[in-house]
């Protein structure tokens, strides 16, 4: 499966701006989704993933009741939206998919997806 992230940019603080993550090449519907995001020098991290079904949608505790992480199967699509972005949000953010049988699975860590898309950068200011 590929992917094909957009929607980052400049936001003040407080704003928000919404993440899409087109799919492409093989059944969306098959693959549990997650958003992680980098900052230079550290580590890649867990925000948000959602299950096949989307009835499972686990997020970090950095960006619990400010994100919210969906998908649109009939779209191929995944989403994160973001609200009261702060300045420590700024950060490469890249989705990933896991393929599973499973319907409620997902996963937060890096290890258990096999595809990445290319990031889009989000950059908050004060």
């Known amino acids: 499966v590929q992917l094909q992230a957009s929607g980052g940019g400049l936001v003040q603080a407080g704003g928000s701006l919404r993440l899409s993550c087109a799919a492409s090449?093989?059944?969306?519907?098959?693959?549990?989704m997650g958003w992680f995001r980098q900052t230079p020098g550290k580590e890649r991290e867990f925000v948000a993933a959602i299950s096949r079904s989307g009835g499972s949608t686990p997020v970090a505790d950095s960006v619990k009741g400010r994100f919210t992480i969906s998908r649109d199967n009939a779209k191929s699509t995944l989403y994160l939206q973001m609200d009261s972005l702060k300045p420590e949000d700024t950060a490469v953010f890249y989705c990933a998919a896991g393929f599973t049988t499973a319907y409620d699975w997902y996963g937060t860590r890096q290890s258990q997806y096999a595809y990445w898309g290319q990031g889009t950068l989000v950059t908050v200011s004060q």
């Open positions: 090449g093989r059944t969306f519907s098959d693959y549990a």
